[in-house]
């Protein structure tokens, strides 16, 4: 038994930080006093850990843990055999983003675990207690009891306090393009859901009782609780498993092909499970937590890092005007329909056109788990890039590539250096990758270890090229933006392109509940920007319609914040109505500052932010279930009085002016 006494010691020897030391247990608190963590070592063994906000219940006290097939042993009982806490104050400034800096302010306490079996093994558990949240992860220090290990499962739990209301999508390990649910905790039921879905090309779906992650609370006594997670690097995803008698929520990682969680070697540490509370909903929504979780910036000079407006030859194909591909005689990638777009481009300011479809191998894509589909170099014939690329340059705009890879990624690794080589000759920039379908290495999930570590790789390979990246069909972010900041979006939930999907498309609270969620970990290319609501434009079998206004379509580019902000819909649906496509034009996508206005997850969002460099402000409002209308104005806003003046709408100003104006 590690003594009590020595533990006292070491607590004691801390000094004068705030440690509250009463038995076994050893709590901290926030900078700001509102959240208090408290760990607890009982007598058979178990750590546990609890967090109250305010006086609060925020996390009942939960259990900590793992257990490993290599060596076969189970870490859940130890005894702590150190302790160590620090504080932390320091403000750094991000590449881009919502804010121009971001404060980081922490206490942390770190406290060495020493299995209570026979292994000798230690686990540090480290804690870092924020004033809007906790975020803790395990360290395996490099050690002789341990050296290279394999994680059967991690029993990290997080125990609520009563039956909230919870906004979650079903656990699945290759898909986060579903809709949100919103009930009870315990009436989460995984596969109702899931079966409601049917426009989801692949599932794989855990089981009735499994949520994926963020996962967003309201509380009976005014709380909103996010749990999440932080730097997923070299580790599986963490979904959740629910045991509705208890209320408790346990990790669920995600299965490589033989059913192991993860490989690794010490020294590591696994990603950072987090917790976001406040009793107002526009702190969650401002929150930093994660990405303060993140490590700096891995790219010294970033300087070719750029936020971009663009638009592209995409939407036209997901609504049946043409095809991605050649076969069949309606090939919307040739030469002379980009050119279009390039021109559409220059004309309106945008600085880039993304272009799907230009390369050989979409006739055979979608569904066959195919090996070699595309070699990511080899245009069609009918799209000549070489005139392309320099057309686009004499006009000041980039093409965006795509890479679409079929989920064979074992062929997209391969071919990865040659695919952006072949970028950086063109003059190409910016790539949107794709992993639609099942994953080649057979049998692994788009959220395992293999794939989290593969589109690291991809960040990391596509950083030495000076290329940014947009991907989709990628796991969820957890701010790894910080440290890559050339992966500037993913998709990684339920997007636009889902209003072309028969069924359920897109109801009108999900953006409401994406910047909840999702939206937690970074920038998600959503591709808003729909003018034309009837998608029977082309085909009159699609009879769904769009379930927006053309105002929330607008108020998109600012409560859904991405540095690559799409604009989706067709040239001449926007030429139809310039006088709202003109917010699109004038909408900045890189910002000094944001102010959450009012939110509340599900029903509205009202967020204002300040241009990059400028006196400007954007304010965009998204707000409730039936998505009436949305509103945006240019406002003027002093820090010391942070009034609103009032406004009028009005969707029809003269190009070049102000859309909006206050009255
Ligand atoms: C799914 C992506 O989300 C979408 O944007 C793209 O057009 C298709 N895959 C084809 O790659
Ligand atoms: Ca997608």
Redesign the pocket.
């Known amino acids: 038994m590690l003594p009590i006494r020595y533990l006292l010691a070491v607590l004691y020897a801390l000094g004068p930080l705030p440690l509250l030391f009463a038995q076994q247990t050893v709590s901290i608190s926030s900078p700001d006093k509102s959240i208090v963590l408290s760990i607890s070592n009982v007598q058979t063994g178990a750590v546990t850990y609890k967090v109250s906000y305010k006086g609060k219940k925020v996390i009942e006290p939960s259990g900590v843990g793992f257990v490993l097939s290599k060596p076969n042993v189970s870490l859940t009982q130890f005894t702590i055999a150190s302790a160590d806490s620090s504080t932390k104050d320091e403000t750094w400034k991000p590449v881009w983003g919502e804010v121009s800096q971001i404060r980081n302010h922490y206490k942390e306490l770190a406290l060495t675990l020493a299995d209570k079996g026979s292994s000798g093994i230690k686990v540090l558990v480290r804690f870092r207690v924020f004033d809007d949240g906790v975020g803790f992860r395990y360290e395996f220090p490099q050690q002789t009891a341990l050296t290279h290990f394999i994680v059967a499962d991690e029993k990290t739990q997080f125990a609520l306090a009563a039956d909230h209301k919870t906004f979650w999508q079903p656990g699945d390990y290759d898909s986060n393009e579903y809709l949100y649910n919103t009930t009870r905790l315990s009436e989460v039921d995984a596969t109702v859901a899931s079966n409601k879905e049917k426009d989801t090309a692949l599932k794989s779906l855990i089981g009735p009782n499994a949520v994926q992650t963020p996962l967003l609370f309201k509380t009976g006594d005014g709380l909103y609780i996010s749990i999440y997670e932080a730097a997923l690097i070299n580790y599986p995803v963490m979904h959740l498993q629910l045991n509705k008698k208890t209320l408790t929520l346990t990790s669920q990682l995600v299965p490589d092909a033989v059913g192991n969680k993860a490989y690794l070697q010490t020294p590591t540490q696994t990603p950072w499970r987090t917790i976001i509370v406040s009793d107002r909903a526009t702190d969650i929504l401002a929150s930093k937590l994660i990405l303060n979780l993140n490590e700096p910036s891995t790219i010294a000079d970033p300087s070719w890092i750029k936020p971009q407006k663009f638009v592209g030859m ?1 939407w036209e194909m997901h609504i049946g005007k043409a095809t991605w591909e050649k076969a069949g005689g309606k090939h919307g990638a040739n030469t002379q329909n980009v050119k279009k777009y390039i021109d559409f481009a220059a004309k309106y300011g945008f600085d880039g056109v993304l272009v ?1 479809g230009w390369n050989v191998g979409w006739e055979d894509w979608f569904g066959n788990w195919k090996e070699n589909v595309f070699d990511f170099v080899t245009p069609y014939p009918d799209y000549n890039l070489d005139s392309l690329t320099t057309y686009a340059q004499s006009k000041g705009v980039r093409i965006i590539m795509h890479h ?1 890879t079929s989920g064979s990624v074992t062929n997209y690794e391969r071919r990865m250096d040659a695919a952006f080589q072949y970028m950086v000759k063109e003059g190409i920039n910016t790539v949107k990758t ?1 992993y ?1 379908g099942r994953i080649i290495p057979r049998g692994e999930h788009h959220d395992g270890q293999w794939m989290v570590s593969h589109y690291q790789r991809v960040a990391e390979k596509a950083a030495q090229y000076k290329i940014m990246i947009d991907s ?2 990628s796991a969820h972010p957890t701010g790894l933006h910080r440290t890559y900041p050339n992966w500037m979006a993913s ?1 990684a939930a339920r ?1 636009s ?1 889902f209003n072309n999907a028969p069924t359920l498309g897109i109801t009108p609270e999900h953006t409401t509940i994406l910047p909840f969620t999702r939206m937690l970990g970074g920038p998600m290319d959503f591709t808003p920007g729909l003018f034309r609501f009837n998608l029977n434009q082309f085909d009159s079998t699609r009879t769904q319609r769009v379930r927006t206004t053309l105002a929330k379509q607008l108020a998109l580019y600012i409560t859904l914040y991405s540095p690559l902000q799409m604009a989706a819909d067709l040239p001449e649906n926007y030429e139809k109505h310039l006088d709202a496509f003109q917010f699109i034009h004038d909408v900045p996508v890189d910002w000094d500052d944001t102010k959450i206005i009012a939110a509340e997850p599900g029903d509205y969002l009202t967020i204002a932010r300040k241009t990059k460099g400028k006196d400007s402000w954007f304010l965009g409002q998204s707000p409730m279930k039936t998505a009436v209308t949305s509103r945006l104005i240019s406002i003027s806003w002093s820090p010391e009085k942070p009034t609103w003046l009032p406004f009028t709408e009005m969707l029809s100003p003269p190009i070049g002016r102000p859309i909006l104006k206050p009255t």
């Open positions: 995409w799907e679409e794709g639609v989709h069909e998709e997007g392109e």
